[in-house]
C-alpha cells in the first residue's frame, strides 16, 4: 500500500469551529449564557425551560387526550424535573428518540436548621450536595436560590445576591499565615463539610440580643419566614457570578454548573425547532443525578417512564413495542483531556475541548462497573448519523483505568429496554464551581440533538 493511501486510514481529530459557521456559534452560545445565568438550580433550570417550551407553542400534557403529529406537550415533575415531547408522524410503535440530560449541579444545600451565630458573626449550615473538592468553595461570592414554604403553606421563591447591587454570602478560609497545620493535610481533608458555612451577617440586634436574631427578623422582613420555616425549604448556595467567555479568541465558556445544562440546553432547543418529527421526539430534563439518580425527580423514578407509557396509551399501542424501538441520548459532559494534570489520563482515549461531542460507549469506575455499555450496532447507528450531518465528534474515557470515573443517567434508561448511548459536551474543571467548555462543542451538542431528532 502506499504511503498517502495508509494515512487516509488513520482517523484525524476533526476541529469541531472548521464544521460550523462562526457567527451562528456565537448568536446560540449567548442564547445558552442567559439561560445558564438564569437557571443555576433545577428549580430555575425547569422555570425557565418551560417559558421557553410555552413560547415555542409546547403546552402542559394531558394524560388521555388523542395526540396528533407535530403536537408539543411537556409534563413538569414536582416543579424540579421536566418531560418534553414533540409528536412524529410515525406511529408510536415504531419508537422514540429520547434526549435525556440532568439540571442539578453540585452545590451546597442549606440544612433545615441552619440559621446560628459564633464569635460575632451570623452563619448557614449547609449539607454539600454531589461531589466537590470542598477547598473550591471558600473565599467565593455565592448566592441563594430556592424555595420556602410558610407554616400557613403558602410558598415563597428565594433569589439573593444575583443582582450587582445586592449583597452576596461568603465562606472564609484560614490565612495561610497560620495554615501549617491546614495544608500538610491530604486536599480532601483541607476543608471539613461542617466548615462550609457561608457567613450571612454581622451586626446584632441590640445590645442583648446577636446576630442571628437580626439575620432572622430581616428574612422575616424580606420574606415573611420564621425559623421553623427552614425545615420546609430547599435552599442552595451556589456562586453568584454569571457566565463569562473565556480566552483571547474569545472561543470558551466558564459558568457555573455546565454539568450538565450545557447538554441540556442544546438538546431543549433543537427539540423546540421540530415542526413535524418522523419520530416522536422526546426530552428528559433530570433532576438528582450528581447523588445518584434516586428520589421521586431523579432518572431512577417510575415519573419518566410514565409520561413515555401514557403517551403510548394515547395512542393505542403497547409500551414494549414502542422502547424496543426507541433510542435515547444519554446527554451528559464528558472529562476533557486537562494537559496540566496529563498523569490521571490516557491522552489516547480522552477527549479535547474543541474537538465535537463526546460518543461514549461506556463510562462506570473500576472495570465499567455501574455503566450502560452500549453496544456496537447502536454506535454505528448514531455516529453515522453524526457523519451524516457533519457533526464533529469524538470518543473519551473518563481519565485512566482505575483513576476514578462516573456514572451517567445511561443505565437508567437501558431498564426500560431502550437502546441508549452517552453523548455530551467535554469539560474541562467539571463539578468546581466555575466549569469550562468550548462554544464550538456546545454548538456542535446543538448540531447532534437536531441530527438525532429528524432520524
Ligand atoms: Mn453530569
Ligand atoms: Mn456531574
Known sequence: MEKEQAKKLLRQPTKAFRTQEASAVDAFCEDYRAFMDASKTERDAVRNAIALAEQAGFSPYVPGSPLLPGQRVYWENRKKSLMLAVIGSAPLSEGFRIMASHIDSPRLDLKPTPLYENGGLGYFKTH?????????????????????????GSRVDVCFGEREDEPVLYISDLMPHIAKDQVSKPGGEMIAGETLNPIVGSLPFDEEDGVKLRILSILHEKYGIEERDFATAELCAVPAQKSRIVGFDGSMIAAYGQDDKVCAYPSLRALFEQEVPLHTCVVFLADKEEIGSEGVTGLRSEAYASFLRDLCADAGVTDRAAFRNSVCLSADVGGAYDPCYAEAYEAGNSCYLGDGVVVSKYTGSRGKGGCSDAGAEILSCVTRLLDGDNVAWQTGEYGKVDQGGAGTVAAEIAKLGIDVVDVGVPVLSMHSPVELTAKSDVYAMYQCSHAFFKN
Open 128 to 152: 454539600y450536595y454531589g461531589g466537590i473538592k470542598k477547598y473550591q468553595w471558600t473565599a467565593l461570592p455565592l448566592a441563594l436560590h430556592g424555595v420556602v414554604y410558610r407554616r400557613d
